[in-house]
């Protein structure tokens, strides 16, 4: 199968891509972490309220974790999330001058940041090469024949080797769109997809 095809097709169904609001990239690493186990349409109005109040490091850091629980009541694990972003913030402050790092090896040094979390804040944030894959990524790209993996983390391996380096930043953004309106994880929508001709449908 061509992943050139798929790649075009996905741009072709979404042209603007996957548009975040705001792609600072200490936005972006506080978003991610509230994301974890919790859905798109509450994670965005979650972040939004939270750094409506808070809006940096500092005062997230100076912040107690009543005051974070309750603006973030809403997204899954909160009262875990909540200390989550008071301790990145410290460390943050303290071990990088109050910037987010922009390589890999120092972002898995914060607290709960996974490869997906740190792909997010590199690709989005900083603009850097990176796949990052989340649930919708490492699914559609197993169910289409692209990959046969079992992790995401496997899944991100396996993708660089068989995806143009130059779109890699994108394909999270045009995987999540497609993996939330076409191939969804149940009832995909198979007789209206624009892959339908070259999926193998590897349900």
Same mark, same amino acid.
């Given at each position: 199968?061509?992943?050139?095809?798929?790649?075009?097709?996905?741009?072709?169904? +979404?042209?603007? &891509? @996957?548009?975040?609001?705001?792609?600072?990239?200490? +936005?972006?690493?506080?978003?991610?972490?509230?994301?974890?186990?919790?859905?798109?349409?509450?994670?965005?109005?979650?972040?939004?309220?939270?750094?409506?109040?808070?809006?940096?490091?500092?005062?997230? *850091?100076? *912040?107690? !974790?009543?005051?974070?629980?309750?603006?973030?009541?809403?997204?899954?694990?909160?009262?875990?999330?909540?200390?989550?972003?008071?301790?990145?913030?410290?460390?943050?402050?303290?071990? @990088?001058?109050?910037?987010?790092?922009?390589?890999?090896?120092?972002?898995? %040094?914060?607290?709960?940041?996974?490869?997906?979390? *740190?792909?997010?804040?590199?690709? +989005?944030? +900083? $603009?850097?090469?990176?796949? *990052?894959?989340?649930?919708?990524?490492?699914?559609?790209?197993?169910?289409? =024949?692209?990959?046969?993996?079992?992790? !995401?983390?496997?899944?991100?391996?396996?993708?660089?080797?068989?995806?143009?380096?130059?779109?890699? %930043?994108? /394909?999270? &953004?045009?995987?999540?769109?497609? =993996?939330?309106?076409?191939?969804?994880? /149940?009832?995909? %929508?198979?007789?209206?997809?624009?892959? $339908? $001709?070259?999926?193998?449908?590897?349900?």
């Amino acid at each position: 199968m061509s992943v050139e095809i798929i790649v075009s097709r996905l741009k072709e169904l +979404y042209p603007n &891509g @996957y548009f975040h609001i705001n792609r600072d990239p200490f +936005y972006l690493l506080i978003s991610t972490v509230l994301s974890q186990r919790t859905r798109d349409e509450v994670t965005i109005p979650t972040t939004q309220k939270l750094f409506s109040v808070f809006s940096n490091p500092q005062e997230m *850091a100076e *912040a107690s !974790p009543d005051e974070i629980q309750e603006l973030i009541k809403e997204v899954g694990f909160y009262r875990v999330k909540s200390q989550r972003i008071i301790d990145i913030s410290r460390m943050i402050l303290i071990d @990088y001058d109050g910037i987010v790092p922009d390589s890999m090896a120092e972002l898995l %040094k914060l607290p709960g940041v996974g490869r997906k979390t *740190a792909n997010c804040v590199l690709g +989005y944030g +900083y $603009d850097q090469d990176v796949i *990052a894959v989340d649930t919708h990524v490492h699914r559609i790209s197993n169910r289409m =024949g692209l990959i046969h993996t079992n992790t !995401p983390d496997e899944s991100e391996t396996e993708l660089q080797k068989v995806i143009a380096q130059e779109v890699w %930043k994108d /394909i999270n &953004g045009l995987m999540v769109l497609f =993996g939330k309106q076409i191939c969804r994880p /149940i009832g995909p %929508k198979c007789d209206s997809c624009i892959m $339908d $001709d070259i999926c193998p449908k590897i349900i």
